[in-house]
């Protein structure tokens, strides 16, 4: 039977893989709506190949120029703004909704696209960083299916697979620690983007690189398998293990652990989410244990990733807190990119903002958006 699916970001890396995958299962997927940023000629490429009925594009100036460069015989509707980006969230026809799109930009459709009781192959983490407890009950109350597509959270989905939640002693998180891993605070000093977008395991989009390089994107991943799962922060251990080979796993309460692995492709999550509960064949690279040789594993330095910290301690205090210490990350990432502070900076830069914040309870969406606004103005205060 034929899925239907939005891709929102279908020019990041986890929308091409996402289109990787669509093209191994022509027959079984379709994809109705794709939404892009600033690269309009991959959009072009993409509206060619897949035929969507929907192309949203940010900007209007740029949906405007995509709009001439199609040949006539195109039927894709070019829609713009965040107006463009919930419809293509909400397109009648699409049934899972892949929220590829980095940044709690996500969040807005993300929300209109659970309203509408799609099912959400979540790869954007920031959505439930920043809405933890709030998404959750919304997506229950409007019996909306949340997948993961994150690998580590795929793989304790994986693992909870005819378990119950309630037997889960503890969750192991394995991060690869980065290209800094082992490093120290005085060697963090000197470091530049360039060595921070060098990451050993993983070709990813560049926010959640630099999130890899100071494990905030830990950080945030133990803030989202915290609301996915519903475990306590203090049953999420997180583990180095630079292979990147065990993608996750649970430890039950009868002290069996079952863990996930496979080689660090994100198709396979992907496809994971889009088919699921079904497995599927495909043609992805076979894990081979034996030539790997080693697995390792390492204790994280909280001390010298201080942004993992700071994940943990947001969890804690609870309210608005993650869905600052979020933002401030977001927009210090950006930051960093553009070169104006050091590498450094963002983790002390996020503690600061962290201590400023009174955090408020979460009952709705402009709590959330009060917060963020909140942090974007004590950053620019700076
Ligand atoms: P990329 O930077 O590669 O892609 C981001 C996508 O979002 C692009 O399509 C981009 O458009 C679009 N986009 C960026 N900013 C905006 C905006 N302001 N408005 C609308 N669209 C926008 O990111 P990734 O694919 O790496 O990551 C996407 C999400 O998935 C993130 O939340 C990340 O944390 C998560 N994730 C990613 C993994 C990975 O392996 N890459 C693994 C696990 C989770 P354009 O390119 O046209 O500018
Ligand atoms: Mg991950």
């Given at each position: 039977?034929?899925?239907?699916?939005?891709?929102?970001?279908?020019?990041?890396?986890?929308?091409?893989?996402?289109?990787?995958?669509?093209?191994?299962?022509?027959?079984?997927?379709?994809?109705?709506?794709?939404?892009?940023?600033?690269?309009?000629?991959?959009?072009?490429?993409?509206?060619?190949?897949?035929?969507?009925?929907?192309?949203?594009?940010?900007?209007?100036?740029?949906?405007?120029?995509?709009?001439?460069?199609?040949?006539?015989?195109?039927?894709?509707?070019?829609?713009?703004?965040?107006?463009?980006?919930?419809?293509?969230?909400?397109?009648?026809?699409?049934?899972?909704?892949v929220t590829a799109i980095s940044g709690m930009i996500g969040l807005k459709p993300t929300v209109a696209?659970?309203?509408?009781?799609?099912?959400?192959?979540?790869?954007?983490?920031?959505?439930?960083?920043?809405?933890?407890?709030?998404?959750?009950?919304?997506?229950?109350?409007?019996?909306?299916?949340?997948?993961?597509?994150?690998?580590?959270?795929?793989?304790?989905?994986?693992?909870?697979?005819?378990?119950?939640?309630?037997?889960?002693?503890?969750?192991?998180?394995?991060?690869?620690?980065?290209?800094?891993?082992?490093?120290?605070?005085?060697?963090?000093?000197?470091?530049?983007?360039?060595?921070?977008?060098?990451?050993?395991?993983?070709?990813?989009?560049?926010k959640i690189t630099i999130d890899s390089a100071t494990l905030m994107n830990k950080g945030l991943e133990?803030?989202?398998?915290?609301?996915?799962?519903?475990?306590?922060?203090?049953?999420?251990?997180?583990?180095?293990?630079?292979?990147?080979?065990?993608?996750?796993?649970?430890?039950?309460?009868?002290?069996?652990?079952?863990?996930?692995?496979?080689?660090?492709?994100?198709?396979?999550?992907?496809?994971?989410?889009?088919?699921?509960?079904?497995?599927?064949?495909?043609?992805?690279?076979?894990?081979?244990?034996?030539?790997?040789?080693?697995?390792?594993?390492?204790?994280?330095?909280?001390?010298?990733?201080?942004?993992?910290?700071?994940?943990?301690?947001?969890?804690?205090?609870?309210?608005?807190?993650?869905?600052?210490?979020?933002?401030?990350?977001?927009?210090?990432?950006?930051?960093?990119?553009?070169?104006?502070?050091?590498?450094?900076?963002?983790?002390?830069?996020?503690?600061?903002?962290?201590?400023?914040?009174?955090?408020?309870?979460?009952?709705?969406?402009?709590?959330?958006?009060?917060?963020?606004?909140?942090?974007?103005?004590?950053?620019?205060?700076?």
């Open positions: 039977m034929m899925k239907h699916i939005s891709i929102l970001g279908s020019t990041g890396s986890i929308g091409t893989q996402t289109l990787d995958v669509v093209r191994e299962h022509k027959e079984k997927l379709n994809v109705c709506a794709i939404t892009g940023n600033n690269n309009i000629d991959l959009l072009e490429k993409q509206i060619l190949e897949f035929s969507p009925e929907l192309c949203c594009v940010m900007k209007e100036e740029n949906a405007l120029k995509l709009k001439k460069r199609l040949p006539s015989n195109i039927k894709t509707e070019i829609i713009h703004g965040m107006n463009g980006l919930i419809e293509s969230a909400i397109y009648y026809k699409s049934e899972i909704i696209a659970i309203k509408k009781s799609k099912t959400i192959a979540l790869a954007n983490k920031e959505t439930l960083v920043t809405g933890g407890k709030y998404i959750i009950n919304l997506a229950k109350k409007y019996n909306s299916q949340i997948l993961p597509i994150d690998s580590e959270h795929s793989a304790i989905f994986q693992c909870l697979m005819s378990n119950h939640k309630k037997t889960i002693n503890k969750i192991i998180l394995t991060a690869s620690g980065g290209p800094f891993r082992g490093r120290s605070i005085e060697y963090l000093k000197n470091v530049t983007l360039e060595d921070a977008l060098n990451h050993p395991n993983w070709s990813m989009g560049k133990v803030i989202e398998a915290k609301y996915l799962f519903d475990v306590k922060p203090k049953q999420i251990e997180v583990v180095v293990h630079p292979q990147s080979i065990v993608h996750s796993g649970i430890e039950y309460w009868d002290h069996s652990t079952i863990t996930q692995l496979g080689m660090p492709d994100m198709k396979v999550p992907i496809q994971f989410a889009l088919f699921y509960p079904d497995r599927i064949k495909n043609s992805f690279k076979s894990l081979s244990l034996l030539e790997i040789g080693q697995l390792t594993f390492e204790k994280a330095n909280l001390e010298v990733f201080k942004c993992l910290r700071l994940a943990f301690d947001a969890l804690d205090i609870g309210g608005t807190m993650p869905t600052v210490l979020n933002a401030a990350n977001e927009a210090l990432v950006n930051l960093f990119l553009n070169r104006k502070i050091s590498f450094l900076d963002i983790g002390d830069i996020n503690e600061r903002i962290m201590q400023k914040h009174n955090p408020k309870k979460i009952e709705t969406i402009e709590t959330i958006l009060e917060a963020e606004e909140w942090t974007k103005r004590a950053i620019s205060s700076f």
